[in-house]
């Protein structure tokens, strides 16, 4: 599956914006996971939604602030992103992985990126 991640932008500290992954193919078969990526920091675990999507996990550090979900019909994941920090700042990536998971260790199928900037 190729996944393709847009939404990206700058914005104010404690503003909102609403991610995009798009796959070349249906959902239904992937566990989604959304990851970011801080210049000079290791990659960091966001969101993951499980293959079945009525299972989501997130990182500590956004917990209540990220919310991820799908559209099937749209073969769409998205990631709002509310009350947004400057410590948000990263690449955010999506990622796929085929067979029946619940936000696995790892994945297969990686989108290319999209930059996410918490400036005033």
């Known amino acids: 599956v190729q996944l393709q991640a847009s939404g990206g932008g700058l914005v104010q500290p404690g503003g909102s914006l609403k991610l995009s992954c798009v796959a070349s193919k249906s959902l239904k078969y992937y566990a989604i996971g959304w990851f970011r990526q801080a210049p000079g920091k290791e990659r960091e675990a966001v969101s993951c939604?499980?293959?079945?999507?009525?299972?989501?996990r997130y990182g500590d550090s956004v917990n209540g602030r990220f919310t991820i979900s799908r559209d099937i019909a749209k073969n769409t994941v998205y990631l709002e992103m509310n009350s947004l920090k400057p410590e948000d700042t990263a690449v955010y990536y999506c990622?796929?992985?085929?067979?029946?998971?619940?936000?696995?260790?790892?994945?297969?199928?990686w989108g290319q990126g999209t930059l996410v900037t918490v400036s005033s």
């Open positions: 939604m499980s293959t079945s999507g009525d299972g989501t």
């Open positions: 990622a796929a992985r085929d067979g029946t998971w619940f936000c696995p260790d790892d994945y297969t199928y």
